[in-house]
C-alpha cells in the first residue's frame, strides 16, 4: 500500500509535528507500506534522525489563511500526487499545506486522511485587534473549509480522544461527522524504566523546547530562581534565538546564572541521557502544546513533570499541572521527599505503559490499514 504523508514540519526542525510524522513514517513502513514524507525544503545540514523511509521536498507553504496564501510548486506538488496515484495520503495538522490540499489530492488517492494535532490555537497572547481578528479567522475557518474537509476524509488520526478541552474540538467533530478515528499517541523512542530516583544533592530540572516566546523558556527560568541553591535548570534547544538574550537576562538579574545550563543543536536521541539524568520536566507553554513529545520522553524515563494546563496534560499521569506562578511550589511538592518523589515516578510509568506505548499507536495504524484496505 503506497502511502503519501504531508507535513509542514521536518527535520532538522525538532517541533512535535516533526516527530508525529516521523513516528507515523516509521510505524506504517513497518506494517509493510511503502512511505513517502513530503515536506518544506530545508537545510541539507540539521539535525536529522535515522530514517528508513523516502523523503520528498517541494518549496511549498501556507494554509491558505489571510495571512498564509497557499505558495510555492503547489502545481508540481499535485502533478506528484497525480503520478504516483497513492492509496493513503496523509496530512499532518489542520491549518496546513496538505490539510488544505486533501480534497484535491483525493482526485488521485483512494483514500485522505488528517491527523489531528489539537484544533486552532485560540489563545490571545496579547489582546490587539490583529490578534481577536486572527482568533476570528480560525473559528472561520473551523466553521467552514475544516467541515468541508472533514467530508472527505476516510479517517482521521488523533493523538488522545479527550474532548475536556477548546483543543480537541475536533474530536467531537469528527465524531458528529461519523469519520473513524484512530488514536495514535505520541511514543518515546527512549529506553523505558520502571522508575526515577531523586538526586541527592542536586536537583536537576528540564526544559526542552525551541528558544521562542510561545515555549516560554523564560518561565522556567524564574521557577528556578524561586527555588533553593540546589535546584539547577538545563534549557535544551535546537538553535540560538533572539530570545536568548531575555532568558539570559532574567537569569542574569535574579543572580542564578550559575545554576543555569544549556544544550543547544543536540538530536532528540542525543538528549536521552540528559533527560535520564534529569528530576523534572518544566512544561512552561501558554497555549500550544496538545500532547507534548517532551513530556513522553520524560515519562519513558520515568521523570515527572510540572506543566502549564496546555492540551492533554491534565490526563497524564505523573506529574503536577498548575499555572505558572506556582510551578515552583509543584516542584517542591515532588521533590518534598524521597518517598513523595518515588510515587510521582511510579505513576508516570504507570501512565505510560497505560496510555502511551508504541504498540497502542503501531496497533491503531495496523487497524486503520487493514480498515481500508477492506
Known amino acids: ?123 490571545l497572547e496579547q489582546r490587539r485587534p490583529s490578534h481577536f481578528a486572527r482568533a476570528m479567522a480560525y473559528r472561520w475557518e473551523e466553521s467552514t473549509r475544516s467541515r468541508a474537509i472533514m467530508r472527505q476524509l476516510s479517517a482521521a488520526i488523533v493523538l488522545s480522544s479527550w474532548e475536556d478541552r477548546f483543543r480537541f474540538q475536533d474530536v467531537r467533530r469528527f465524531r458528529r461527522h461519523q469519520v473513524p478515528l484512530y488514536v495514535c499517541p505520541n511514543s518515546s523512542t527512549y529506553a523505558p524504566t520502571m522508575g526515577h530516583a531523586l538526586s541527592a544533592e542536586r536537583v536537576n530540572l528540564i526544559h526542552v523546547g525551541e528558544m521562542k516566546p510561545h515555549k516560554s523558556p523564560e518561565t522556567a527560568v524564574r521557577v528556578l530562581a524561586a527555588l533553593p541553591e540546589r535546584f539547577h535548570l538545563t534549557l535544551a534547544f535546537p538553535r540560538e534565538t533572539s530570545h536568548l538574550s531575555l532568558v539570559k537576562a532574567i537569569a542574569d538579574q535574579a543572580g542564578i546564572r550559575h545554576r543555569l545550563h544549556f544544550i543547544i543543536g543536540r538530536k532528540r536521541s542525543e538528549l536521552e541521557a540528559t533527560m535520564a539524568a534529569s528530576d523534572v520536566l518544566l512544561i512552561t507553554s501558554p497555549s500550544k502544546d496538545v500532547q507534548p513529545i517532551v513530556a513522553v520522553d520524560a515519562l519513558a524515563k520515568g521523570v515527572p513533570f510540572v506543566s502549564t494546563n496546555v492540551g492533554c496534560m491534565p490526563e497524564f499521569g505523573g506529574g503536577i499541572v498548575t499555572t505558572s506562578d506556582r510551578m515552583a511550589l509543584a516542584v517542591l511538592d515532588i521533590c518534598d521527599s524521597d518517598a513523595s518523589y518515588c510515587r510521582f515516578s511510579q505513576e508516570a510509568c504507570a501512565y505510560r505503559e497505560r496510555s502511551l506505548s508504541p504498540a497502542i499507536a503501531r496497533a491503531s495504524l495496523a487497524k486503520l490499514l487493514s480498515d481500508l484496505d477492506a
Do not use: C
Not at 503506497?2 to 516527530?19: A, E, R, W
Not at 499535485?78 to 504516483?84: G, M, S
Open 1 to 123: 500500500m503506497k502511502v503519501h504523508i504531508h507535513t509542514p514540519s521536518f527535520f532538522p526542525s525538532l517541533v512535535g509535528m516533526t516527530y508525529a510524522a516521523h513516528v507515523h513514517a516509521t510505524l506504517l513502513r513497518e506494517l509493510g507500506a511503502d512511505v513517502t514524507v513530503i515536506a518544506p525544503r530545508a537545510e541539507t545540514d540539521g539535525i536529522s534522525e535515522v530514517i528508513d523511509y523516502a523523503v520528498r521536498h517541494f518549496d511549498v507553504s501556507g494554509s491558505g489563511l489571510p495571512w498564509s496564501r497557499l505558495d510555492g510548486d503547489i502545481d508540481e506538488l499535485l502533478r506528484f500526487n497525480a503520478e504516483e496515484q497513492p492509496d493513503i495520503v496523509i496530512a499532518e495538522g489542520w491549518f496546513t499545506t496538505g490539510a488544505v490540499l486533501l480534497p484535491r489530492f483525493k482526485q488521485h488517492a483512494r483514500h485522505v486522511i488528517l491527523s489531528s494535532h489539537g484544533s486552532a490555537d485560540l489563545f
